[in-house]
């Protein structure tokens, strides 16, 4: 803290310096109701409106209630107020975008100060924030392209100077340096002005020859210091000149003219002149502006050749009341003398009185009594003299009137009683009027209402809101804006939104919608399935602003539109990854003989789970048919003894959604009239050709794992049988519940056999089960024959079922419509 430099602390107490102490000391006795305390934030540029800058409750040692009750506000002489207070919370937030580059130009460091006042007791406090600069400027130039014209009878050492480039970012993410590309000429020299500006040189440092080498391009790259660095170029173009040894010379150091603001466009202004001594093309004279960074070329033009200056822009007394150009004359050796010329700008009636509102009210209280401040003007003329006298007056007839108490503030009060019930609002027209010949006036219209009590609820337009949205739609998606109106003005017209809490399917609502409370947008928090939820509905409530505030409702129902995002599942004939299902179909079936039914099922809705059966590819297409909405496979001619045992079928199952989505399943026909022949030949058919030389070892390894796990099945069974009985008989003296226990590993094939003419008999082992089963099932019509194709042909289990049983040990089932057989099955597994 430096020496005599109050401060205020967090805690709210006075800290004072070593030299004023007692004076400080003796203002706080005798304004013991003033309290002042002094904090400082450091932000950078561009921060977002609504950006917190800090606490200022907290730093200063207040609570909310305090800042509520002392109408705590913020004192700025600025016209711009970037801030703003938070008296709720106690926070200071930016209001306006803050630019760095226009708050303080090159000045660093860049800050501003405002008072923070309370009443009751007054408090005074000053806030500082300083802004911090970041790097969104990059270095720029004011021409892409610079032309040099240069002598080959150039000494080395000579300099050129170079366009500066421009940042107005400051410190590190200023300007730093320049950057010229690689030759074998020029070397880059760079220095810094008084002011701390960096400038360029471009020296040549080996004699030019414009035989070898007439023209030359480069490029100057000027880099800033921020991160990530920016940089800005300009391209330097340079032709090579023939000997030149007589410099243009002006015949006026500086020449003097006068023109009236406003003047037209090619205006005479002055005619300059300069005298070449050389001969030949080397004694022409072309004239331009030097100075090109002050704008001049926009507002004058000077001939190349003649040296006439001509108006070109727009000449303003009030922003410029002289011009100085300089002005240069070059020869085609590219050597070049200066002049300055000096214009004066004479001043004419052209600008009308600006009327800036510092402060205007609106509305105002129907009970506001006469002489009520509305609002504070402030105007001006830009003309001088007479032209900048004003007189301010109100245009129609209207119960306000104009006082003026300071020079340029004009104040627009209230002259009588106001009444809303008789006139709601009112268009003030405020003209102002200056002294010139011949006048001019400007009019500011003010658009002022009667202020009204909250007595109106919004309205919706509808009762009940339908929105529809397709399933699988993204996440925050717009469903529906819905809209209510509040015939009350302001802040009692001022309605938000609310989503009134409700479940669906046991999850809140907010897991589903979410809504905008300002605009009224619904939108989607999730994505929909349509096969998960058909339709939501919700209520929402629309609340005005007022004190109290009014609110109505409304209902939403928001309809899920299905899409064709299932394809069609196959339900039959199961597809396994382990088994060959086949169905047998006798040489003596007719025409139409039904072979099969495939069974699809799509979870979709509508036309999206429509589902038609075509027969993509087969062995025999004369043989089969598909239906097209059933999906039966029937023969379509007469079954003969050439046509192949072996049928394959691809059956494509599609929906009609668009677009639309398809199922491919495959069903193996086995034509034959016996199974053995139907065994020979599938079992050939799932043979592996390189295995056929070990087929006998493997199928006596097989038989003798089979013993031995049967008989080590059956001695594990016995020994449970007996571990039961005698438990059995523990539980039965013990008089404790019996509680039956089904082992996990616990195997049954459940022999359903609901078709007739069959008789099952299934005999289930296990080796981690208490109990062996052995079942007799009824008669069916179906026999299904599973063989191993590993066993060369040896049967394994024969079972008969109506349904597909999808088992990874059953490499071939083969479905018999005519047959009766008796099947014995057994089934083993052994325990995890």
Not at 476 to 486: E, F, I, N
Not at 724 to 747: A, E, F, G, K, T
Request: with cysteine; glycine share 6%.
């Amino acid at each position: 803290m430096a020496c005599g430099k109050p401060t205020y602390s967090r805690c709210g107490k006075w800290r004072f310096g070593c030299e004023h102490n007692w004076k400080l000391l003796l203002l706080f006795f005798y304004l013991n109701h003033l309290v002042s305390g002094h904090i400082r934030y450091s932000i950078p540029e561009e921060m977002k409106k609504g950006s917190l800058i800090g606490n200022v409750a907290q730093d200063l040692g207040l609570d909310l209630k305090r800042l509520r009750s002392g109408r705590a506000r913020i004192v700025t002489g600025e016209s711009i107020q970037y801030t703003e207070l938070k008296t709720d919370k106690g926070m200071l937030v930016v209001k306006e975008r803050i630019d760095r580059e226009q708050l303080c130009g090159d000045v660093t460091p860049c800050s501003f100060s405002f008072e923070v006042i309370l009443e009751n007791p007054m408090e005074l406090h000053q806030i500082t924030v300083e802004i911090t600069d970041i790097n969104d400027h990059s270095p720029t130039f004011k021409r892409d392209t610079v032309h040099f014209e240069i002598s080959e009878s150039a000494n080395n050492g000579v300099r050129f100077p170079l366009n500066s480039a421009d940042d107005p970012d400051v410190g590190i993410n200023g300007l730093r340096e320049y950057f010229l590309t690689e030759n074998e000429n020029f070397i880059l020299k760079q220095n810094s002005n008084a002011d701390g500006k960096k400038y360029a040189e471009m020296v040549l440092q080996k004699p030019l020859d414009r035989e070898t080498n007439p023209n030359m391009s480069l490029k100057l790259i000027a880099v800033d210091g921020g991160s990530p660095q920016r940089s800005g170029t300009v391209n330097i173009d340079i032709t090579v000149l023939d000997v030149n040894d007589n410099t243009p010379l002006f015949n006026q150091s500086v020449y003097k003219a006068t023109v009236m603001e406003n003047s037209p466009r090619d205006t005479y202004v002055t005619t300059v002149n300069a005298s070449d001594a050389d001969f030949g093309p080397n004694s022409i004279v072309t004239y331009y502006f030097s100075d090109l960074n002050s704008g001049i070329n926009n507002l004058f033009t000077v001939d190349e050749k003649t040296g006439v200056i001509l108006i070109t822009g727009l000449i303003d007394y009030e922003k410029d009341k002289k011009h100085e150009l300089r002005i240069e004359a070059k020869d085609q050796g590219g050597l070049t003398d200066s002049s300055k010329v000096i214009i004066e700008v004479t001043d004419v009636n052209d600008n009308a009185p600006t009327i800036s509102v510092m402060s205007f009210t609106s509305p105002v209280s129907e009970d506001s009594p006469p002489g009520t401040t509305v609002g504070i003007m402030n105007v001006k003329d830009l003309d001088s003299g007479e032209n900048g006298q004003i007189i301010c007056r109100i245009e129609q007839n209207a119960p306000f009137k104009i006082k003026s108490n300071l020079r340029n503030y004009y104040t627009l009060v209230t002259d009588t009683v106001l009444d809303r019930e008789t006139v709601s609002e009112y268009n003030i027209t405020v003209v102002a009027t200056d002294a010139g010949m011949p006048p001019l006036s400007t009019k500011r219209t003010f658009y002022l209402k009667v202020s009204d009590v909250n007595d109106n609820a919004p309205l919706f337009s509808e009762s009940v809101y339908n929105a529809f949205i397709l399933e699988n739609n993204s996440p925050g998606v717009s469903l529906y804006t819905v809209r209510a109106k509040d015939p009350d003005e302001n802040q009692n017209a001022r309605v938000s939104y609310i989503l009134e809490d409700t479940y669906i399917g046991g999850s809140p609502l907010s897991e589903y919608i979410s809504l905008n409370s300002e605009s009224g947008v619904l939108h989607a928090v999730r994505s929909f399935d349509h096969e998960q939820i058909k339709q939501l509905l919700f209520t929402v409530r629309a609340q005005d602003g007022g004190s109290p505030p009014l609110s109505s409702n409304v209902t939403v129902k928001v309809l899920i539109q299905d899409q064709n995002d299932n394809p069609p599942q196959v339900l039959y004939p199961v597809q396994t990854g382990g088994s060959l299902v086949a169905e047998l179909v006798p040489r003596s079936a007719d025409v139409g003989y039904l072979v099969t039914k495939v069974v699809a099922v799509d979870v979709d809705s509508g036309q999206n789970a429509w589902l038609s059966y075509k027969l993509q590819k087969a062995t025999d297409r004369a043989l089969f048919e598909v239906g097209l909405q059933n999906g039966e496979i029937r023969t379509i001619r007469q079954v003969t003894d050439k046509d192949a045992v072996k049928q394959r079928l691809t059956v494509i199952v599609e929906d009609n959604g668009q677009p639309s989505r398809s199922a491919t399943v495959i069903v193996n026909v086995a034509v034959a009239d016996s199974f053995p022949e139907v065994l020979s030949e599938f079992t050939d058919f799932t043979q592996d050709k390189e295995y056929n030389d070990n087929l006998t070892f493997y199928l006596v390894l097989a038989l003798a794992v089979v013993s031995f796990l049967f008989i080590t099945c059956l001695v594990v069974i016995i020994s449970v049988k007996i571990y039961r009985w005698r438990q059995s008989r523990v539980m039965y003296h013990s008089n404790l519940p019996v509680i039956p226990y089904y082992p996990p590993r616990y195997s049954d094939t459940l022999g359903t056999g609901t078709l007739q003419h069959v008789y099952n008999y299934e005999v289930c082992r296990t080796t981690d089960s208490r109990k062996s089963d052995c079942k007799f099932g009824g008669v069916g019509s179906q026999n299904v024959l599973i063989m191993d194709p590993s066993s060369t042909g040896t049967m394994q289990r024969i079972q008969s079922e109506k349904s597909i049983l999808d088992e990874p040990d059953s490499p071939l089932e083969v479905r018999n419509n005519s047959q009766r057989v008796y099947s014995v099955r057994y089934c083993f597994s052994e325990p995890k």
